[in-house]
């Protein structure tokens, strides 16, 4: 495990960029234009996991971008926290695109970040959780250019699932199926308004993705159910919507004025993804 004095020497005293090893600097003004230069764009893997939400990802996952999240992740690099989070802002923006998300009163509901947990036995190996620590940079950059954000771990690994490095696509939707949950007053912090977007720092096969997706959509369905009962006198149509809201439909479920985080559906960024999924994108 880290030590506090550690964390304390990497914000003080940055050893190297992150991206190319240049001494004395956090990201060198190269490497931070690989990761930030770019417009961020919808990301689609192929083959594209069944129930994926809409993915926008700042920069391809190569070169100085791959190794200044490896930086990061494995080797404690935490002053990188900060690039990678706006990094991560912009692909958040591009998922909300100009339609901003009003909540009662007209008020601008804040958008909900949701880490993609990593296996407690790597948060452990790392010392931290890298997921989390970009979400909450990306949580504060969001809100200082004006979109009210903040973040919600409230997703878990309810059994164990083997390390994915070295699995196939499918073996990766079969380790991950069924292996997340909603923590306990996760559902009513998700549906007391806002758009939920599912972040991580990184989108290979998009199994991942794929699977934290489900676990949201089921509590935010179970959220639709209460708050928007099925009446004897609810007709067909209604009661269908009330059924399907949370499982990427648009429909919004509201009561007394109060608009439910539903809405719109689940959304994702990452901060990189694979080239491969940058270059079928049919946006």
Known sequence: MRGWWQDLTDLVLPAECGGCGRPR?????????????????????????????????????????????????????????????????GAVRAGLGTRGHAGAGGSRAPVLLVPVPSARWAVRARG??????????????????????????????????????????????????????????????????????????????????????????????????????VTPGTTEEGARRVRTAGVGGPEAVKEKGRANSVEGGVGAAVVAASPASFGINRN
Request: net charge positive; with cysteine; glycine share 10%.
């Open 25 to 89: 600097t956090v990201l060198c003004p190269e490497c931070r234009a690989a990761l930030t230069g770019d417009v961020p764009s919808r990301v689609r893997p192929d083959p594209e996991p069944a129930g994926l939400p809409v993915v926008h990802a700042a920069a391809p996952y190569e070169d100085r971008v791959r190794a200044a999240l490896l930086a990061h992740k494995e080797r404690g690099a935490l002053t990188l926290a900060g690039p990678l989070g706006a990094a991560l802002a």
């Open 128 to 229: 931290h959780d890298p997921a989390r620590r970009i979400a909450l940079a990306a949580a504060a950059d969001l809100r200082r250019t004006g979109t009210p954000a903040r973040v919600l771990a409230v997703l878990r690994q309810r059994r164990a699932v083997a390390d994915q490095s070295g699995l196939t696509s499918r073996q990766r939707l079969d380790n991950l199926a069924g292996a997340l949950v909603v923590a306990p007053g996760g559902a009513r912090l998700l549906a007391g308004g806002g758009r939920a977007v599912l972040v991580d720092d990184l989108m290979t096969t998009g199994a991942s993705l794929a699977e934290a997706a489900r676990a949201l959509r089921a509590v935010l369905a179970q959220e639709a159910g209460f708050y928007g009962r």
